[in-house]
């Protein structure tokens, strides 16, 4: 039996199979924002295709908090109508749809705006990067609304679950790093002190919402001194008080050079993911160059993860899953028109 193909229990909700389609910023949006033709069309795709979960790519908080002139955002009301309309699309092809709430920190490359960071030290001395100005507490406090008003908006839109970003070395991450943040008041220093506002914008989501929350984190930051999977592991813990349903692992980013980064083979990132899930029991998502059915389902039936990402594989071809479909006789996974082509 597939338990790639089987259905997997949310919290309330029912997926209908344990494939993921990670978050995966397409740069695609217009200076406004909104979710245009493109985005229907590319997640409607992946929805007919039958992943189970799409998550929707690094969507902004603030405008200063996008990675680029083209992400998508949440910070407006004007948003809501266009990701109401992307969440249907998903929903009429049976897929859940997740959004990952995001703020880029020092690593925004918008032009319009001086990126923020826990400190002022910047990714890289190179453009597009800048100098970030180092948030204070009061612009900390609003950005934690921030993240809330988003996940309200997003329960408006119609979405079953958020992912809060705090991987890859974006703001949420930069918080947790030792290499990052090197402020001394309630936000720095300590280990518990770098995990506050992660906890602190889960709780104040969960609280606000009804929806399921993901966290996304980078397990390993591949740099000496800097954050490991021990510290991810304790993290995770601290998550799963505060009610998160789930970890989605993925690892890095935080820095230009990454010394201790493993070599890029299939599943390199995966033993982060079944590391958090033994030692925090909580459900995670392994991620990370995993891009054939088989592999799916060895990482399930060896309990490194409880659903499986396939990123770039989905972007090359959406309807993947069709042929573990028709390889387990399980034509009716196949979408009906597509019958023919299988
Ligand atoms: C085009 C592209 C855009 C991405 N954008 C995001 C993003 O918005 N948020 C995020 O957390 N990761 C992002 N990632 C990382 C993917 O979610 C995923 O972790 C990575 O591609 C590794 O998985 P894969 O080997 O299956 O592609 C992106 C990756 C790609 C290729």
Redesign the pocket.
């Known amino acids: 039996m597939s338990r790639l193909l089987s259905p997997y229990r949310l919290a309330d909700l029912t997926l209908k199979n344990r494939v993921v389609m990670?978050?995966?910023?397409?740069y695609k949006a217009d200076i406004d924002a909104c979710v245009n033709d493109f985005h229907l069309a590319h997640y409607a795709a992946r929805a007919i295709g039958g992943v189970g979960l799409i998550v929707v790519?690094?969507t902004a908080v603030e405008p200063r908090g996008r990675i680029s002139m083209r992400d998508l955002g949440l910070w407006d009301d004007a948003h809501i109508a266009g990701h109401a309309a992307l969440v249907k699309q998903c929903h009429a092809y049976g897929a859940k749809a997740a959004v990952?709430l995001?703020h880029a920190g020092r690593k925004s490359t918008c032009t319009v705006s001086i990126p923020v960071a826990p400190s002022a030290l910047p990714f890289s001395s190179d453009a597009p990067f800048q100098r970030p100005h180092a948030l204070s507490l009061e612009e900390i406090a609003e950005i934690k609304v921030r993240f809330v008003h988003a996940a309200l908006r997003a329960e408006k839109a119609g979405y079953d679950i958020v992912e809060l970003?705090a991987?890859?070395g974006y703001l949420l991450f930069e918080f947790l790093s030792l290499l990052t943040n090197t402020r001394t008041d309630v936000y720095g220093g300590s280990f518990e002190k770098r995990c506050a506002l992660v906890c602190e914008i889960s709780q104040d989501i969960l609280q606000a919402t009804r929806l399921p929350l993901v966290v996304?984190l980078s397990a390993d930051e591949w740099i000496e001194n800097g954050w490991t999977i021990a510290d991810s592991e304790a993290l995770a813990l601290k998550l799963k008080s505060v009610g998160v349903s789930m970890i989605h692992v993925?690892a890095g980013g935080n820095h230009e050079s990454q010394p201790l980064m493993p070599p890029l083979k299939p599943l390199y990132q995966a033993a982060y993911a079944k590391e958090i899930r033994t030692k925090a029991s909580i459900p995670t998502i392994a991620?990370?160059?995993?891009?054939r059915v088989e592999e799916g389902e060895m990482l399930l039936e060896e309990e490194f993860c409880d659903l499986v990402?396939?990123?770039?594989?989905l972007?090359r071809n959406p309807n993947f899953l069709f042929y573990a479909a028709k390889a387990q006789g399980k034509t009716s996974l196949i979408e009906p028109s597509y019958l023919r082509a299988f």
Request: charged content about 15%; aromatic content about 4%.
């Open positions: 990670p978050p995966m910023c397409m790519e690094a990952q995001a970003h991987a890859h996304r993925s991620v990370g160059l995993i891009t990402a396939y990123g770039r594989e972007l």
